[in-house]
């Protein structure tokens, strides 16, 4: 009786083990996500900041660089990449989000110095853009 209960134990452990990693295997085919799940296509004004915040940590807790290629959002996520088109201009960058803000209601993403300077928009200081994410990471559970 004793092996009888332990079998049909191990056969159901078995069977719930089995079933559960068949909840984590990957559709069958190329089932990709919609397209409409990672689009994110915004015109607005851009501004940007340097030397006030060079070296200061941004919120992923890495060191601002003004003279790297990386913009705050507080829509796009961390670690994600955009194109910044200068509407003025037709200029487009690629820069990766690296921090949170703008914190201005008017303003729809903050470019480092390097970004401002290649989108020609420096001396400015704000100028109206097109920003679309070209790469998002899929979300953590």
């Known amino acids: 009786m004793n092996r009888l209960l332990y079998s049909s134990i191990k056969q159901l452990i078995l069977m719930l083990l089995l079933l559960?990693?068949?909840?984590?295997?990957p559709l069958m085919g190329n089932a990709k996500a919609?397209?409409?799940?990672n689009v994110y296509?915004?015109?607005?004004?851009?501004?940007?900041?340097?030397?006030k915040h060079h070296g200061r940590r941004t919120v992923t807790g890495k060191r601002f660089n003004m003279y790297e290629m990386t913009a705050a959002s507080l829509s796009?996520?961390?670690?994600?990449y955009a194109s910044v088109t200068n509407l003025s201009n037709n200029k487009t960058v690629v820069v990766k989000i690296t921090d949170?803000?703008?914190?201005s209601k008017t303003?729809?993403?903050d470019v480092s110095y390097a970004a401002a300077k290649k989108l020609e928009f420096v001396n400015k200081g704000v100028t109206r853009v097109q920003v679309q994410?070209?790469?998002?990471?899929?979300?953590?559970?």
């Open 76 to 80: 796009l996520p961390l670690g994600s």
């Open 133 to 141: 994410a070209i790469k998002v990471p899929p979300p953590s559970d």
């Open 20 to 25: 559960s990693l068949a909840g984590c295997a």
């Open 100 to 103: 949170r803000g703008p914190f």
């Open 34 to 37: 919609p397209a409409s799940q």
């Open 41 to 51: 296509n915004k015109v607005g004004n851009a501004s940007w900041y340097g030397a």
């Open 107 to 109: 303003r729809i993403i």
